[in-house]
């Protein structure tokens, strides 16, 4: 167990609907990353906010947003969903004080399919 | 562009025996590489990692070697047991306040009692 949790596990909505993740991060981290897995795809990073402020933007769409919350929990929304848009997303949580030696701890992944 | 690749789609080993992932890289500013473990259904998890200024990192039957000039790394588990068998991710971040991570697309590796 990572600590870092993530709901829903699975969920299944129709195109052109509007749903939200959400995770919480290991206690102490500060910085939450979303990251996206699609088929016979790697990870790809979408976005990172750090004590509550954007950090980095990566390949996400406009139609995707996220925010972090004070109490650092975070939520991604994804809207006007597309078939292409299903895939597994999965959150991960670091300290962030330094990067030369700065780990991720990713959650278990919300799967999500479009109908 | 895909910038960290990982070759081997899969890789098969007999319990007991050494495994080796490969993991290749192109951009010459990443200068921390971890290895991820991920089984089906879950979330990845962290397995070790390795700055550029080193050149190999140990953690019990885990080692990571870094190739600087070939832009290589591998991940060596020896013995290798059936509980390995799952899914190997290589990452790379570059330097500066940049903590995103940049993933390879795995290696599927079987362990055969």
């Known amino acids: 167990d990572s600590g870092v949790t993530q709901t829903p596990k699975h969920l299944i909505t129709a195109t052109g609907q509007r749903v939200t993740l959400r995770c919480s991060p290991r206690?102490?981290?500060?910085?939450v990353y979303w990251y996206q897995q699609s088929l016979d795809q790697g990870l790809q990073f979408l976005i990172q906010?750090?004590?509550?402020?954007?950090?980095a933007k990566g390949n996400i769409l406009e139609r995707f947003s996220a925010q972090q919350f004070p109490d650092l929990h975070s939520e991604l929304n994804l809207s006007s969903l597309e078939l292409g848009d299903s895939a597994l997303y999965f959150c991960a949580s670091s300290v962030a004080r330094s990067t030369s030696t700065d780990t991720q701890y990713f959650g278990p992944g919300t799967r999500l399919t479009v109908l | 562009d895909q910038q960290v690749k990982q070759n081997s789609p899969s890789l098969s080993v007999q319990e007991g025996r050494i495994s080796i992932l490969n993991c290749d890289y192109t951009?010459?500013?990443?200068?921390?590489f971890l290895w991820y473990k991920k089984y089906p259904a879950e979330g990845p998890t962290f397995l070790i990692s390795i700055s550029s200024i080193k050149d190999k990192n140990e953690d019990g039957r885990f080692t990571v070697f870094l190739n600087k000039s070939a832009k290589h790394l591998s991940l060596h588990i020896v013995p290798s047991q059936p509980g390995d068998s799952a899914v190997y991710f290589c990452?790379?971040?570059?330097?500066?306040?940049?903590?995103?991570?940049?993933f390879g697309k795995g290696t599927l590796l079987t362990v055969n009692p």
């Open positions: 206690s102490g981290d500060l910085s």
């Open positions: 906010y750090y004590n509550g402020e954007e950090r």
């Open positions: 951009n010459s500013m990443f200068d921390y």
């Open positions: 990452a790379a971040r570059s330097g500066g306040s940049n903590y995103k991570l940049t």
